[in-house]
């Protein structure tokens, strides 16, 4: 297997690289299952769990807000670590020892809250994929400040007024079915 | 609260007339439920931009599927090598072998059904012509020979308009039907290239096709897995079409 340095790793994350998702998911998928499963953990717990790491780490390279003390493993660990002591208080299980398997450091409190708003945005971003194609396009365009008129060429839609009232439905749609969405009071309590 | 639904949405589009704006400002204030509803429209439209996050999640769960699937084959065939079922075993290695066997030995057929399945020239837009775009009358003429399938004459109006990007992804398809390969490859991947214009995942999807037209069948692969991965509208049809190609 091809390695790769701790810079090399931020870089292929922040630009979503398939290479290194496959390198990291390789190399580390394991040890976290591990983790997992020895502390009252599925299968399924480790994939959510990773894939939630994997996704605040993005944020943080995103934000220019990571800088790495430790090795590229170890801070993985300690975002999965700390997800899953998390998960384990919501579910009453916290245990005061857990079975670890790998190194790991104390992480600040912004990790959780980036893992809450990438909870919020999961849920958004799933109804959104659920709308019709013209109706994500619509809405997308018009969030991306392209003119009516504009959206009306590109959809071959009637009018700008047409794709005004098409937006409106569109993201009343998104919202209908996002605040029925069980998760969205779980979320928002 | 349709009203006011409509207002907090002009609002966050920065086009609520100010006669309104003042009373929402207010009520934003003092009413805790208007309060929380701007900022989940607020937070709804970051999310829905936030292409990076969606395409990530979507690779990660790829990967994991993908892994899942190896690891359960790798077991099933430790278990059947282990197990007194041996003679089955060979018996399905002997139905995969000629399953294999028929599809390479049919390859161009499968291709060819393939395409027929999968291609259809893209509709033409400006289906309705309400508005007037006086400046793109070449366009106009164009998708009206594009309609009648005169792919020659519309070619050369989409031609007379370079580097437009609706003019460049028509073309393509009219040189698919003229059999034209490798210029149609040449108009998908600038609209490709180009990135930010909504023909994006059509040409990918066309690329795709056209490898597979040309019997080029490892850039076709690599094409559709792209495809496959990314939130496409055509990621479920690339799986479907790898499937017949791996």
Same mark, same amino acid.
């Given at each position: 297997?091809? %390695?790769?340095?701790?810079?090399?790793?931020?870089?292929?994350?922040?630009?979503?690289?398939? %290479?290194?998702?496959?390198?990291?998911?390789?190399?580390?998928?394991?040890?976290?299952?591990?983790?997992?499963?020895?502390?009252?953990?599925?299968?399924?717990?480790?994939?959510?769990?990773?894939?939630?790491?994997?996704?605040?780490?993005?944020?943080?390279?995103?934000?220019?807000?990571?800088?790495?003390?430790?090795?590229?493993?170890?801070?993985?660990?300690?975002?999965?670590?700390?997800?899953?002591?998390?998960?384990? %208080?919501?579910?009453?299980?916290?245990?005061?020892?857990?079975?670890?398997?790998?190194?790991?450091?104390?992480?600040?409190?912004?990790?959780?809250?980036?893992?809450?708003?990438?909870?919020?945005?999961?849920?958004?971003?799933?109804?959104?994929?659920?709308?019709?194609?013209?109706?994500?396009?619509?809405?997308?365009?018009?969030?991306?400040?392209?003119?009516?008129? %504009?959206?009306?060429?590109?959809?071959?839609?009637?009018?700008?007024?047409?794709?005004?009232?098409?937006?409106?439905?569109?993201?009343?749609?998104?919202?209908?079915?996002?605040?029925?969405?069980?998760?969205?009071?779980?979320?928002?309590? | 609260?349709?009203?006011?639904?409509?207002?907090?949405?002009?609002?966050?589009?920065?086009?609520?007339?100010?006669?309104?704006?003042?009373?929402?400002?207010?009520?934003?204030?003092?009413?805790?439920?208007?309060?929380?509803?701007?900022? !989940?429209?607020?937070?709804?439209?970051?999310?829905?931009?936030?292409?990076?996050?969606?395409? !990530?999640?979507?690779?990660?769960?790829?990967?994991?599927?993908?892994?899942?699937?190896?690891?359960?084959?790798?077991?099933?065939?430790?278990?059947?090598?282990?197990?007194?079922?041996?003679?089955?075993?060979?018996?399905?290695?002997?139905?995969?072998?000629?399953?294999?066997?028929?599809?390479?030995?049919?390859?161009?057929?499968?291709?060819?059904?393939?395409?027929?399945?999968?291609?259809?020239?893209?509709?033409?837009?400006?289906?309705?012509?309400?508005?007037?775009?006086?400046?793109?009358?070449?366009?106009?003429?164009?998708?009206?020979?594009?309609?009648?399938?005169?792919?020659?004459?519309?070619?050369?109006?989409?031609?007379? !308009?370079?580097?437009?990007?609706?003019?460049?992804?028509?073309?393509?398809?009219?040189?698919?039907?003229?059999?034209?390969?490798?210029?149609?490859?040449?108009?998908?991947?600038?609209?490709?290239?180009?990135?930010?214009?909504?023909?994006?995942?059509?040409?990918?999807?066309?690329?795709?096709?056209?490898?597979?037209?040309?019997?080029?069948?490892?850039?076709?692969?690599?094409?559709?897995?792209?495809?496959?991965?990314?939130?496409?509208?055509?990621?479920?049809?690339?799986?479907?079409?790898?499937?017949?190609?791996?």
């Amino acid at each position: 297997m091809q %390695e790769f340095k701790a810079e090399e790793i931020l870089e292929g994350l922040r630009n979503r690289n398939t %290479e290194i998702l496959d390198f990291i998911y390789d190399k580390y998928f394991y040890q976290i299952k591990v983790f997992i499963n020895q502390n009252n953990g599925t299968e399924e717990d480790a994939k959510d769990i990773y894939q939630d790491a994997i996704l605040i780490i993005y944020q943080k390279i995103r934000q220019n807000n990571l800088t790495l003390k430790c090795s590229f493993n170890t801070y993985l660990y300690s975002v999965c670590r700390l997800l899953w002591l998390k998960q384990l %208080e919501k579910r009453k299980l916290k245990q005061v020892f857990l079975e670890e398997s790998g190194k790991f450091i104390d992480l600040n409190e912004d990790i959780l809250s980036i893992d809450e708003r990438n909870e919020r945005y999961k849920l958004y971003q799933d109804h959104f994929q659920k709308l019709s194609y013209n109706c994500q396009k619509i809405l997308e365009l018009f969030l991306a400040r392209i003119q009516l008129k %504009e959206i009306a060429y590109l959809l071959g839609l009637k009018s700008d007024l047409y794709v005004k009232k098409r937006k409106h439905q569109c993201k009343e749609k998104l919202i209908a079915s996002i605040k029925n969405d069980p998760r969205f009071k779980e979320i928002t309590n | 609260m349709e009203k006011l639904y409509q207002n907090i949405e002009d609002y966050l589009d920065g086009n609520l007339p100010d006669e309104n704006l003042n009373d929402l400002i207010n009520l934003k204030k003092n009413n805790d439920l208007v309060n929380r509803e701007i900022q !989940l429209r607020k937070e709804v439209n970051l999310a829905i931009q936030d292409s990076g996050m969606m395409d !990530l999640r979507e690779k990660l769960e790829m990967q994991h599927k993908r892994h899942v699937s190896n690891y359960s084959f790798i077991h099933i065939s430790r278990d059947l090598v282990k197990s007194w079922h041996l003679a089955a075993a060979s018996f399905s290695l002997i139905l995969v072998v000629g399953g294999l066997w028929y599809i390479l030995s049919n390859k161009p057929y499968s291709t060819e059904k393939l395409v027929t399945k999968y291609y259809k020239p893209a509709h033409p837009i400006l289906q309705v012509r309400s508005v007037d775009f006086n400046s793109d009358d070449a366009l106009k003429e164009a998708f009206n020979y594009y309609r009648q399938n005169d792919y020659i004459n519309a070619l050369k109006y989409f031609n007379s !308009l370079e580097n437009q990007i609706t003019a460049r992804f028509y073309s393509g398809i009219c040189y698919i039907e003229l059999e034209k390969f490798s210029k149609a490859i040449e108009a998908f991947e600038y609209v490709i290239n180009d990135k930010d214009n909504l023909f994006v995942e059509q040409a990918d999807w066309y690329l795709g096709l056209i490898y597979l037209m040309n019997n080029q069948k490892s850039n076709a692969i690599t094409q559709f897995e792209k495809i496959s991965t990314s939130k496409s509208y055509y990621a479920k049809q690339a799986v479907d079409i790898l499937k017949y190609l791996k």
